[in-house]
């Protein structure tokens, strides 16, 4: 509005002065009350007296676009939290242990995409999730770091609710390594350390080398301090989640939540990405979500979901010989391979 306004009007009025001064004057010339030359002299006074008001005017434009953006700026600033922090948190040092019980979750009102939930994964225990798309596994992962609420039931780690653990603690105890990698504008180091000051570079590149990222972050020419974009489009998706893994290894989690991408990676870097991941979930207690069966066959149980409700659990055998959801799964993969 303010540019709209401000700065025309003060145009127009310089123009309406110009009009006056030339009409007026020109009259006074043919009357012959004033020079030809006294008229141009003030057609100039005219134009070099707007022209400081007009800069001004421009001023005040810059001025209400920054004030604009402060605004916003402080808007988010302002942003009160939905997810609130106890007020006397528990103290906790984090072992591991997960517990949902009876746990029911919408993300809208009443439209429950958890039902019921309930299980229990013990320290250093390797769970795994399976399920048709909108099943609700990555929903259970996000309720594990408290990204949002549930509506009914409990969710206990170490016997704690999470409601009373202080949620910087609980979210820096968990790795997580989401769905979609997110890779930040800067370079190889940066995305892998989160730019955080505590981590060494050697804690970095051993990071790296444990889960393999190493040999292709050598091969770039600059190596560790290879720019990277936004996005990672640079990178392939194999790297871009090997990259991930070494991120969530340089925070040394005690859980680990992984949500495997369905991408399509070719075979040498799947196999890659496997043995990183076995070197990851050393020692920790592990949630994963799969879509191919073939990476969890190893896990100490398999929850099958279905609709947001626990269709099947148990080992992959043990699953195998139930013959149900799971088993046909398996077998269509197979058929597939
Ligand atoms: N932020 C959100 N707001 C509202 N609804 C959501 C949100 N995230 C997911 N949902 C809904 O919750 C349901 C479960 O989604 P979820 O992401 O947990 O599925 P999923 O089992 O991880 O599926 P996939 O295998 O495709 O990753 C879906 O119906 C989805 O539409
Ligand atoms: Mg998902």
Redesign the pocket.
């Known amino acids: 509005m303010t540019f709209a306004i401000f700065r025309p009007s003060i145009y127009m009025l310089s123009v309406f002065a110009m009009v006056i001064v030339i009409g007026q004057g020109s009259a006074s010339v043919l009357e012959g009350t004033v020079s030809l030359g006294t008229l141009f002299v003030f057609i100039n006074y005219i134009s070099s007296f707007f022209e400081p008001i007009q800069e001004l005017a421009e001023q005040f434009g810059t001025l209400q676009s920054s004030l604009a953006s402060a605004e916003k700026i402080f808007s988010i600033l302002d942003e009160e939290p939905e997810i609130a922090n106890p007020e006397n948190p528990v103290p906790v040092e984090i072992k591991g242990k997960i517990e949902f019980r009876h746990v029911w979750f919408a993300?809208?009102k009443d439209d429950y995409?958890l039902k019921d939930v309930s299980f229990c994964i013990e320290p250093g225990e390797k769970i795994a999730f399976v399920?048709?798309?909108?099943?609700?596994?990555?929903?259970?992962l996000n309720l594990i770091g408290r990204y949002y609420d549930i509506q009914r039931g409990e969710i206990l780690i170490d016997g704690v609710n999470i409601r009373e653990i202080d949620k910087d603690a609980l979210r820096h105890a968990i790795g997580q390594v989401q769905?979609d990698v997110f890779i930040f504008t800067g370079d190889v180091k940066g995305n892998i350390s989160l730019n955080n000051e505590d981590i060494t570079q050697e804690e970095i590149e051993r990071a790296a080398h444990i889960v393999n990222a190493d040999s292709f972050i050598n091969k770039m020419p600059k190596g560790f301090d290879e720019p990277v974009t936004e996005r990672g489009s640079t990178l392939s998706a194999g790297q871009r989640q090997l990259l991930s893994f070494a991120r969530t290894l340089a925070y040394q989690p005690t859980i680990l939540v992984l949500?495997e991408a369905t991408a399509n990676i070719d075979t040498e870097t799947e196999s890659l990405i496997t043995e990183a991941l076995e070197k990851l979930m050393e020692g920790r207690t592990t949630i994963m979500?799969a879509?191919r069966l073939s990476t969890i066959q190893h896990a100490d149980k398999i929850i099958v979901?279905h609709k947001?409700e626990i269709r099947e659990s148990g080992s992959h055998q043990e699953l195998l010989q139930l013959g149900g959801m799971y088993k046909k799964l398996y077998d269509l993969q197979l058929v597939e391979a």
């Open positions: 993300y809208e995409i399920g048709a798309t909108g099943a609700g596994k990555s929903s259970i769905q949500d979500v879509h979901m947001g």
